[in-house]
């Protein structure tokens, strides 16, 4: 039976055909193919720190050198004892050169391990049981639909990875040791991947929210579709949460048990790093519908910037003090006072970040009634625009300016940055390297804050400036 286009399913339900979208031009001077400049808070995304600083050639260099990065970062931490002194020695000695002789080609079995991987996560998205969860209405007007099964989902994977272990399907030993192959083939096999999606948008949206900038170096970069799907399969929630986010939490725990088996005892440092993350990832999957509603999927489109970042750099370098801890020999002791401190404040950090998400979180499912911190909450009624049936329909939102988000309009990136910050510290601190994602993640959270302000404001505008009235600080009060 062909294929029925969405014009045609229109027509069939007796509804009325749709009004063709504009294609989004937010930053450049030139006229959209209407001959009218696009606008709005939900066009693809030309600004931001990388933008604005570097530009397209900036945008390539990153696209041109974070494969190898990532590939870099796995042998600095494995191999050379995560030393910046021995890398940097290495270049030096054999310039480029060096990534051709340090580059893990892929091999059948790292392939097998990383196709198995993949196929398991797509399965548990479409079909692990789950409350249905609708996420905030899109700028065209559509309302995305999930399938809320992140916790069902981890717990089936971990129960997954140490049954594989237990019938002789896989090892911890086999993981860790073909970990920077499954790095080297994502990285490529990623790369592939987004140039679909870039294809795919210009010829197969999924739906209205899709647009190019103008700019296929962007397109590529920021993507095409807000949320491109493949059968049922939402693509944005596997590369984001089933494969990247779900990564990060399988990984630090076979990395420890790696461990484990090397020694033969489990090191505290191992121990306590490894149980913050999951902590950690946990709490994400807990508060999984609350991300539904955050900038990486209500505005970051799927493209490299974020699809092969989940795909790649989330398990290169978020579970990189997992990696560089457990890969120390002999492993560090911390002491069980050392240990203890590190895990509370690291609980508490993730605790208040969680906190904070889930205050607004239900601030906003009770209409603004809920009180915060045993008082009547101070809100700014907001008002902003959507695209609905060819026409613009005017939507109220509330804004929440007590407990938490008094302190600051993103005050929970603070304890996001000191839980990073508190996993990593059983690395102690005689290098700098282990310490490589609380540095990428305070970059990227404030340029996210910036970006995010910019987009509220588009969004907002006079009850945003208001709102900022109200906390006027991002992140640090006082500070920033």
Same mark, same amino acid.
Request: proline share 6%; aromatic share 14%.
């Given at each position: 039976?062909?294929?029925?286009?969405?014009?045609?399913?229109? *027509? @069939?339900?007796?509804?009325?055909?749709?009004?063709?979208?504009?294609?989004?031009?937010? @930053?450049?001077? !030139?006229?959209?193919?209407?001959?009218?400049?696009?606008?709005?808070?939900?066009?693809?995304?030309?600004?931001?720190?990388?933008?604005?600083?570097?530009?397209?050639?900036?945008?390539?260099?990153?696209?041109?050198?974070?494969?190898?990065?990532?590939?870099? $970062?796995?042998?600095?931490?494995?191999?050379?004892?995560?030393?910046?002194?021995?890398?940097?020695?290495?270049?030096?000695?054999?310039?480029?050169?060096?990534?051709?002789?340090?580059?893990?080609?892929? !091999?059948?079995?790292?392939?097998?391990?990383?196709?198995?991987?993949?196929?398991?996560?797509?399965?548990?998205?479409?079909?692990?049981?789950?409350?249905?969860?609708?996420?905030?209405?899109?700028?065209?007007?559509?309302?995305?639909?999930?399938?809320?099964?992140?916790?069902? &989902?981890?717990? =089936?994977?971990?129960?997954?990875?140490?049954?594989?272990?237990?019938?002789?399907?896989?090892?911890?030993?086999?993981?860790? @040791?073909?970990?920077?192959?499954?790095?080297?083939?994502? &990285?490529?096999?990623?790369?592939?991947? /987004?140039?679909?999606?870039?294809? *795919?948008?210009?010829?197969?949206?999924?739906?209205?929210? &899709?647009?190019?900038?103008?700019?296929?170096?962007?397109?590529?970069?920021?993507?095409?579709?807000?949320?491109?799907?493949?059968?049922?399969?939402?693509?944005?929630?596997?590369?984001? +949460?089933?494969?990247?986010?779900?990564?990060?939490?399988?990984?630090?725990?076979?990395?420890?048990?790696?461990?484990?088996?090397?020694?033969?005892?489990?090191?505290?440092?191992?121990?306590?790093?490894?149980?913050?993350? +999951?902590?950690?990832?946990?709490?994400?999957?807990?508060?999984?519908?609350?991300?539904?509603?955050?900038?990486?999927?209500?505005?970051?489109?799927?493209?490299?910037?974020? /699809?092969?970042? /989940?795909?790649?750099? $989330?398990?290169?370098?978020?579970? !990189?003090?997992?990696?560089?801890?457990?890969?120390?020999?002999?492993?560090?002791?911390?002491?069980?006072?050392?240990?203890?401190?590190?895990?509370?404040?690291?609980?508490?950090?993730?605790?208040?970040?969680?906190?904070?998400?889930?205050?607004?979180?239900?601030?906003?499912?009770?209409?603004?009634?809920?009180?915060?911190?045993?008082?009547?909450?101070?809100?700014?009624?907001?008002?902003? *625009? $959507?695209?609905?049936?060819?026409?613009?329909?005017?939507?109220?939102?509330?804004?929440?300016?007590?407990?938490?988000? =008094?302190? =600051?309009?993103?005050?929970?990136?603070?304890?996001?940055?000191?839980? !990073?910050?508190?996993?990593?510290?059983?690395?102690?601190?005689?290098?700098?390297?282990?310490?490589?994602?609380?540095?990428?993640?305070?970059?990227?959270?404030?340029?996210? @804050?910036?970006?995010?302000?910019?987009? /509220?404001?588009?969004?907002?505008?006079?009850?945003?400036?208001?709102?900022?009235?109200?906390?006027?600080?991002?992140?640090?009060?006082?500070?920033?």
């Amino acid at each position: 039976m062909p294929a029925q286009t969405r014009g045609a399913r229109r *027509k @069939s339900l007796g509804l009325p055909p749709k009004e063709k979208q504009e294609r989004f031009d937010p @930053s450049s001077p !030139s006229k959209a193919k209407t001959g009218k400049k696009a606008e709005g808070w939900g066009a693809p995304e030309r600004t931001g720190f990388w933008a604005n600083v570097y530009g397209t050639c900036g945008v390539l260099a990153i696209i041109g050198t974070t494969p190898f990065i990532a590939v870099i $970062v796995w042998h600095m931490f494995v191999n050379l004892d995560g030393s910046l002194a021995s890398i940097v020695a290495a270049f030096q000695k054999d310039g480029l050169s060096l990534i051709a002789k340090i580059w893990p080609w892929t !091999s059948k079995r790292a392939w097998q391990l990383l196709g198995s991987y993949a196929a398991f996560e797509a399965l548990l998205q479409v079909y692990m049981p789950g409350k249905r969860f609708e996420a905030n209405p899109t700028a065209a007007g559509n309302v995305p639909v999930y399938k809320a099964n992140g916790v069902q &989902s981890l717990v =089936a994977t971990v129960i997954a990875f140490f049954l594989c272990w237990h019938l002789g399907l896989t090892t911890p030993l086999e993981v860790y @040791s073909l970990f920077g192959e499954m790095l080297a083939g994502m &990285s490529l096999l990623a790369i592939v991947f /987004c140039v679909f999606l870039l294809v *795919k948008g210009h010829v197969a949206p999924t739906d209205e929210d &899709s647009g190019s900038c103008g700019n296929v170096v962007y397109d590529f970069w920021w993507g095409m579709e807000l949320y491109p799907k493949i059968g049922p399969l939402n693509l944005k929630q596997f590369t984001n +949460c089933r494969f990247g986010m779900m990564a990060w939490a399988i990984l630090p725990i076979i990395f420890a048990c790696h461990q484990y088996q090397r020694d033969g005892f489990l090191a505290d440092s191992v121990a306590v790093c490894v149980a913050l993350m +999951c902590v950690y990832n946990f709490k994400f999957f807990v508060w999984e519908t609350g991300y539904f509603n955050s900038m990486d999927i209500q505005h970051d489109r799927a493209g490299y910037y974020i /699809c092969w970042g /989940c795909l790649v750099w $989330v398990p290169a370098v978020y579970a !990189s003090p997992a990696l560089y801890i457990a890969s120390v020999q002999p492993p560090v002791n911390l002491g069980p006072r050392l240990a203890a401190a590190i895990f509370a404040l690291g609980c508490l950090s993730i605790w208040i970040n969680y906190d904070s998400d889930r205050q607004r979180q239900e601030f906003r499912a009770s209409g603004g009634k809920k009180k915060v911190w045993g008082k009547k909450p101070v809100i700014v009624e907001a008002e902003y *625009k $959507v695209a609905k049936d060819g026409r613009t329909v005017t939507k109220k939102s509330i804004l929440l300016a007590s407990g938490w988000w =008094a302190i =600051a309009r993103h005050f929970h990136y603070l304890p996001e940055i000191s839980a !990073s910050f508190f996993w990593t510290a059983p690395a102690l601190f005689g290098k700098l390297p282990p310490y490589l994602y609380v540095i990428f993640l305070t970059v990227l959270l404030i340029d996210r @804050s910036m970006r995010d302000d910019t987009r /509220c404001s588009l969004k907002y505008g006079k009850y945003w400036k208001k709102y900022c009235e109200l906390v006027p600080y991002k992140i640090v009060p006082g500070i920033f």
